[in-house]
């Protein structure tokens, strides 16, 4: 069966209840709202990800049961649930385990089965904070977990645009996220020219003026252009073209994430080193992606055109709005 799962390996203050529920069942509604409300909070990084259409159904797992968030028509013709509690752009369900899984924090989609819940249809799994502290280091508080929840809503608006699924489908379900880990760490030209381009992107997020920022920017081109033409001599068409599309779902989902999390004091760019470092974080693609949107929103890209145009990722949209921009000067 072709399934896929998007991994994470990586506040606001919580709303008091509107219903009285059992408190176990009340914690869990307060968890959901500041997932929710981050999610809100991201939209100023992210306009699109507040659109209803690429809203995604949150699975809440418990020890015993699952929690269905803003389940869809989809969702519900295949898992039988039952009302748990509803408010405002808040329905919850309640169902039976789908898995015996210990630990999820994931957005998986199926694409040969009809019928699964999550076939052809994104849907976002997490344990409780309490488990994935148990999995994830450093996780170990709720606005954390609700970090990482709002990473894996990123991947789900990913995956509604059709035409960013249909080259998903082409490439990535033929190439894992495996071997770029193997390609950073055992492949000496690779991890160099990497370690450059991501040099260069942080040269120029940190240029004191305009000539040293468009100085960075052309290094990174030409390094890019040059590692990618190498990877794709001895890599391959596929394997370079899903660099792409990992590097701008893993990048963007990041940016959503890490900007959310430091405009809220919950990360700290000097102690979460993670967030930008290719050699601290588990592809190194994370890293150079992130680094890629923060460029691209300092240049202003139209970034509404990412998952939307076949053949588009970061280092190409980066190249078309800097050419752009370097013609006018």
């Not at 760490?185 to 450059?196: A, K, P, S």
């Not at 596929?238 to 990048?251: D, N, P």
């Not at 890490?258 to 290719?278: F, N, S, V």
Request: hydrophobic share 40%; aromatic share 10%.
């Amino acid at each position: 069966m072709k399934r896929y799962l998007l991994l994470l390996a990586s506040a606001l203050l919580l709303g008091s209840c509107s219903t009285p529920e059992p408190e176990g069942e009340a914690l869990i509604v307060e968890r959901i709202r500041m997932v929710q409300q981050l999610r809100a909070e991201a939209g100023r990084s992210w306009p699109a990800l507040l659109r209803p259409e690429y809203d995604v159904p949150l699975l809440y797992y418990t020890d015993s049961v699952c929690y269905a968030v803003n389940p869809t028509q989809h969702f519900l013709e295949r898992m039988a649930c039952r009302p748990m509690h509803e408010e405002k752009g808040l329905n919850i369900r309640k169902c039976a385990r789908p898995d015996s899984l210990p630990f999820h924090m994931q957005t998986i989609m199926s694409f040969d089965d009809s019928t699964r819940f999550d076939y052809r249809s994104p849907v976002l799994l997490c344990s409780s904070p309490e488990t994935t502290a148990q999995f994830v280091t450093g996780t170990d508080s709720d606005e954390a977990w609700a970090l990482m929840a709002l990473h894996e809503y990123t991947h789900g608006f990913q995956l509604l645009h059709p035409a960013f699924l249909a080259e998903f489908e082409q490439y990535c379900l033929t190439f894992p996220q495996g071997p770029f880990r193997r390609l950073y760490q055992g492949v000496d030209w690779q991890r160099r020219l990497i370690d450059r381009e991501n040099e260069a992107l942080k040269g120029a997020l940190a240029a004191a003026d305009v000539a040293q920022r468009d100085s960075c920017i052309r290094l990174f081109l030409d390094t890019r252009a040059d590692r990618r033409a190498r990877m794709l001599h001895y890599n391959g068409e596929v394997m370079t073209s899903a660099e792409r599309l990992y590097e701008m779902m893993e990048g963007s989902a990041r940016y959503v994430e890490a900007q959310t999390g430091l405009r809220l004091g919950i990360y700290d760019m000097q102690k979460d080193t993670w967030l930008y470092d290719p050699a601290r974080t588990p592809y190194y693609y994370y890293a150079t992606g992130y680094n890629l949107m923060r460029v691209l929103m300092l240049l202003g890209a139209d970034t509404s055109r990412l998952f939307t145009e076949p053949g588009l990722g970061l280092g190409e949209l980066l190249a078309e709005t800097f050419e752009t921009q370097t013609q006018k000067q």
